[in-house]
């Protein structure tokens, strides 16, 4: 099995992936998948000797845990920076931090920011490898390609391949999500068809998303393979934009965490309206009892935890493909 193809020393996005690096990354990391299913202790270790560092600015669980155990199964050393006990609190950029860390022999640094645009400034004035694990609202590139690896498990043929014509429906605070981003991106070319629906607020504008397909909750629920619920990004809303500061508000009103569940929530009710092999995604973290029904979770229609297994493989794929 070859090793991830990927033409930059980089992956700051889903933008910068043609769709033969995408396979490429689903193969590898179903190629992991397969090999811990032998041998969980994983005897291979291609990246013995590397160094790679975590520099999370934002708070992060899934994230940075699979990006460290799936340094950690390849071989690799991992140093965790903590930007409120590093030298940033002195004044140091972050430019100057990669740099140090360059200096010092380090090989990749995998960064959460909420800056749009912040890695691509960074990435030419550098030869560390920067992978990027999630900036702004746009780009969320690991997280899209584990859940394209997740659908092509559930629905596809397997290695070189994406299920033909996917119908996926993304529900949620589609605008403020860099999940959404990263997944219509990759998506788009993979062949899937897109649904998304959501509060009017969250909707993408549908002159420059014109493939998009906005529809009501329930259409969405009921024409998809794969219902892809997003948690409502509350701490990012007042940065982008304070006039929906209270967050759930559409046409002047107010919504709380209990009405939202009723009008735009995946319930047991509205489940019931999926197609009998559709499934259920969520990136996490989830609130349950709002955006989905806490039974559903952990339910047979439920591909969440599997999302989870799959990021560390997936990980493992990207973190060998940035490697000089
Ligand atoms: N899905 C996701 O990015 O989760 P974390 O914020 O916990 O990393």
Redesign the pocket.
Known sequence: MLNTQLAKKDLLGIKDLSAQEIISILDRADFWAQRFKEDPKLPEKPLEGKFISNLFF???????FSFELAAKRLGAEVLNFYPRSSSTQKGETIYDTLKTLEAMGVNTAVI?HSEEGFLENLSSKLNISIVN??TGTTE?PS?ALLDLLTMRQEFGEGLGSFPSGLKVAIIGDIVHSR?ASSNIQALEKLGAELYISGPDIFMLDGETHPHLKVVSVDEAVSEADIVMMLRVQKERHSKIDSSIDFALSTDGQVMTDTEYPKSYGLSVERAKLMKPQAKIMH???FNRGVEIDASLVESDKSLIYKQVENGVFTRMAILEGVQA
Do not use: I, L, M, Y
């Not at 934002?58 to 940075?64: A, D, L």
């Open positions: 934002e708070p992060s669980t899934r994230t940075r959460r694990a999630g969320h997280q999940v990136p996490g973290p």
